[in-house]
């Protein structure tokens, strides 16, 4: 790489789960392309377990309201990677708003290959 010149930034793939709204992938879309809801994927039914490895196994993180893929995070560690939106009571807007804002930290989780959870809280 020269002086100047970046190296193309693979925009992460987000995992959705059951506690956030199917249309949240979405409208994350531009800049999380190829996210999906755990509905999409037939993993609506899906227990945690089931969704942490196909996360892993796919290349997906994990967005969450719900503290048990917080806690799954601290068990198993990477690579595995989840994001726990930490915003309480809020709107599909709110949780989007939240994943747009910090689009470079999230990227940073990716790419890190020891990082295992970002806690995303209001400003």
């Given at each position: ?44 039914t899906a227990d945690d377990e089931q969704i ?72």
């Amino acid at each position: 790489m020269t002086a100047g010149s970046r190296a193309a930034v693979t925009p992460p793939r987000l995992l959705i789960d059951e506690h956030s709204a199917p249309s949240l992938a979405r409208r994350l879309s531009d800049l999380y392309p190829g996210s999906a809801h755990v509905r999409d994927l037939g993993l609506a039914t899906a227990d945690d377990e089931q969704i942490w490895l196909h996360a892993r196994n796919v290349g997906y993180l994990i967005v969450t309201k719900d503290d048990d893929f917080r806690q799954r995070s601290f068990l198993r560690g990477a690579p595995t990677k989840v994001l726990w939106a930490k915003l309480g009571n809020c709107s599909t807007a709110d949780v989007e708003r939240a994943l747009r804002g910090r689009y470079a930290t999230i990227v940073a989780l990716a790419e890190d290959e020891m990082a295992a959870l970002l806690v995303i809280v209001r400003p």
